[in-house]
């Protein structure tokens, strides 16, 4: 089975910096992509970065571009987001996310979340 556990988020002054990690367990030779999410208070869970397994390209959301960057270790089996000159409006609870796709099923999984809230 295939978890994700995040970690890294906590307060922050506006302009500051935070490293998220999330820490992948189980058979991850599934995962065709990963991702991290985030979902702040009233708002609906949007995209922030994604990295594809193979070649490693990387999106962004348009509202994270060049502050935030995406990164993974598979040596470890971890995600990373470097989140740099962070504002109050990235204030969220952020999530891991992995599409694991095998020839007989696709599975979307989900980390637990980690609250990074920014101060003004």
């Known amino acids: 089975q295939v978890q994700l556990v995040e970690s890294g988020g906590g307060l922050v002054q506006a302009g500051g910096s935070l490293r998220l990690s999330c820490a992948a367990s189980?058979?991850?030779?599934?995962?065709?992509?990963m991702a991290w999410y985030r979902q702040a208070p009233g708002k609906e869970r949007e995209m922030v970065a994604v990295?594809?397994?193979?070649?490693?390209?990387?999106k962004y959301a348009d509202s994270v571009k060049d502050r935030f960057y995406i990164s993974r270790d598979n040596t470890k089996n971890t995600l990373y987001l470097q989140m740099n000159s962070l504002k109050p409006e990235d204030t969220a609870v952020y999530y891991c996310n992995a599409d694991c796709v095998r020839p007989d099923r696709y599975q979307e999984v989900w980390g637990q979340g980690t609250l990074v809230t920014v101060s003004s």
């Open positions: 990295i594809i397994t193979s070649g490693g390209s990387t």
């Open positions: 189980g058979d991850t030779t599934c995962f065709a992509a």
